[in-house]
């Protein structure tokens, strides 16, 4: 049974940074491709970021230069290391895979960003 297990986030004021992590079960993770999805209240699910099986990684415009993500396939775990967080940031955040037909997602971690 695929499980996706995000954790990490919290409330964090204007400039300062967070490190999500989304632990991974039920496949065999280093073979697949994981993303980071946001959703910000009234908006719809966005991508953030992807790292593929072989380590390449994707970012959004919105957080490109601002934001890493990284995997650790001893762990099952992908992060999304964000810095200098701005309030437009505020959503929450979901881990995701594709395998086959099917997709997954995490339950989601909330970032708030707010001073």
């Known amino acids: 049974q695929v499980q996706l297990v995000e954790s990490g986030g919290g409330l964090v004021q204007p400039g300062g940074s967070l490190r999500l992590s989304c632990a991974a079960a039920?496949?065999?993770?280093?073979?697949?491709?994981m993303n980071w999805y946001r959703q910000a209240p009234g908006k719809e699910r966005e991508l953030v970021a992807t790292?593929?099986?072989?380590?390449?990684?994707y970012y959004a415009d919105s957080v490109r230069g601002r934001s890493t993500i990284s995997r650790d396939n001893a762990k099952n775990t992908v992060y999304l290391q964000m810095n200098n967080l701005k309030p437009d940031d505020t959503a929450v955040y979901y881990c995701?895979?594709?395998?086959?037909?099917?997709?997954?997602w995490g339950q989601g971690t909330q970032v708030t960003v707010s001073s």
């Open positions: 790292i593929t099986s072989t380590g390449s990684t």
């Open positions: 995701h895979c594709r395998l086959g037909l099917g997709r997954y």
């Open positions: 039920g496949f065999t993770f280093s073979s697949y491709n």
